[in-house]
């Protein structure tokens, strides 16, 4: 049976792992069991426990700019765990 031309267009799509992904701000939720509420934005965030996160470059890639980060990116001073906080507010002051 052939590739249909998705398939096909998918196998000929080549990514720059530098260009597109930020590991510094990667997480790995892989071995984390929540007993506690995490809020992001004001709203309940149910972190990905069991995955691992990984982050993309977002900073400066639309031309209306990082308006759609928000201030602070959608962190808020209750989120999460130390060093795990969204990609978007981390890579956003």
Known sequence: MGRSPLQAALREMVIDEEEFFDPQFDFDFT????????YRGGEVYERPCGWKRYALKVLDKYPDGNAWLGERGFCTYTASKAGECGVLSNAHP
């Not at 071995?31 to 995490?38: A, N």
């Open 31 to 38: 071995d984390l069991k929540d007993t506690e509420k995490y």
